[in-house]
């Protein structure tokens, strides 16, 4: 794990020992953490399972946590969060590959030296503003003048989505943009050597060698999606429906769990259980995403 | 075309049109390159100027030392503003210790064992969680178990279990970039394992580290999802205490006010942001100044 050089010695002071063992506690916080996040979801989730069958919320087609008659059905806040993520993705993926070439094998120094550090700013804006944006400015001056306010209304999954793209975009650039520097040098030169042009190297050599952490990004970036939740809440609306309709407002895993938070729901009620629920189903989505990566890394990486 | 009349006509000219079109595709390639570079950078200015244009007129003295109102006109953000800095630096005073020593221990202390390495890959797993449910584990922990209620503390110490992960990764990198000859050098003077990371890694990474835990406070102060599990939603027309009483905080403020459909919410929400934006523009700063101050004196 470390390759730090250890000291040549075994004898070690009780003060040694004592600072070792705060600092083995320090780093041991990260598994409590993960410990009490599991426990409080598994807890909660039984508990909401006493009162809604596991079938219905896994099967069921209708979720309607404010309104009689409630229907527990989960899918269509998972068909929502998948259909926001899915167009947060069609967004980052080709915009945000492009930028990591142009700064990888295309900008100067100088040019990348200012470029990246503004892409970056992106991911570093409150989420809350970038949601601002796309209910105040991204749907009723581009999206509505273009669709047609009969087709579109201000909240869409569609203006939710692009705007959930713009910011997972910069994750998706810097990280295969690292990826594509550490291809060495050599094996440009070795393609260029062969009557190349910049764009085969780039095409041929470059994108399949830099290919795990190319894939690592992505699969972050769609992780990162589908956990957001603040751009959702304000721009995405909060009509649970089973649709992929773009153009209609949906209502996410995370926007639910925030709908029932800020609401004056009872904390012993079915829909604050139901929040636990849905969380925990939240988790074990992006945890599988964060899995993935990392296999991915593993199983595609090659050194050279 | 047959055989001969290929062999027979000069191979630079025989090459020409697809060397041609090869570039042409490259060229092509290089315009859908820049101007996905360009996207991201306008839409980056059109959300600035957007915010500008309709924030400006809003961002008075009065709205900086006003309190929520019902009417927009009255509004203003100091219960906020005060709120996200005491969290801010609950999350800084916290994280620093703690951060730092978890980054130590398993850069400068952690043999390869299995417990080690289940830290470390908890570590990463902890990045990816969501941040909404950090607020949920903070609700159950903070507010109910240890009964420190709706408070910034609670707020705070959510916010930097949120954040620790982020710390601790950055803070290894920058252990990772001192050299080994620095630690040789410590042991071959005597020094015990504590005494080299003290004396020699820790001042040697320390810019690293510093502009690390700054992001994170930066990155603390703009994060409303959780904090709206946390009870920031309040309607605080005081200055917040932070260890009792309801509080409210920035980004929590401006979800508010551009959830209602009033175009002069939207007005206030937008002084809002560019006070968060300018709030994160001189924490940024300070980490670049930081390290350009600490990294003075490193030369290997």
Redesign the interface.
Known sequence: MTSVPVPLTRRRPRSERVIETLLFLSAALGVLTTAGIVLVLVFQTLEFFQVVSPVEFFTGTRWSAGIRPYAWGVLPLVSGTILVATIAMIVAVPVGLLAAVLLSDYASPRVRATVKPLLETIAGIPTIVLGFFAVNFLAPQVLIPILGKQNIGTFSALSGGIIVGLLVTPLIASISDDAMRAVPRGMREGAYAMGATKFEVIRKVVFPAAISGIMASIILAASRAIGETMIVSLAVGDKPQLTFDPTESVQTMTAFIAQIAIGETAQGSVQFKALFAVAATLLVFTLVLNLLSGWVVRRFRTEY | MSLTSTSAVDPAVRFEPALMR??L??TV??G??????G???L??V??LA??LV?GLPWLDWDFMTGGPSRRPANAGILPALVGSLMVGIIVGVVTF???I??A?????????SWV?????T?????A??????????GL??FVRLMELGSTILSAGLTLT?LI??VV?IASIEALRAVP?AQ??GA?ALGA???Q?VRGSVLPAASPGIMTGII?AM??AI????PL??IGA?AFVTFLPNPFTGSYTVL?IQ??DW??RPQDDF?GI??AA?IV??VL?LVL?ALALILRARLSRHIQW
């Open positions: 090869r570039k595709s490259g390639f290089y859908l390159c820049v101007m996905a570079v996207i991201l950078l839409a980056l059109m959300l957007d915010v309709r210790p703690v951060g020593a978890a130590i221990y398993l850069n400068e202390y952690a043999s390869d080690n390495r289940v830290l470390q908890n570590i990463s797993n902890l990816g969680v969501p941040s909404i449910i950090y607020g949920i584990l159950a922990v279990l620790l992960p601790i080994n630690r040789e042991y015990t394992r504590w080299m992001l930066a990155r703009g994060e409303a999802a709206i599990l939603f980004p401006i979800y551009a959830r939207a929400a937008a942001i968060i934006l994160m940024n």
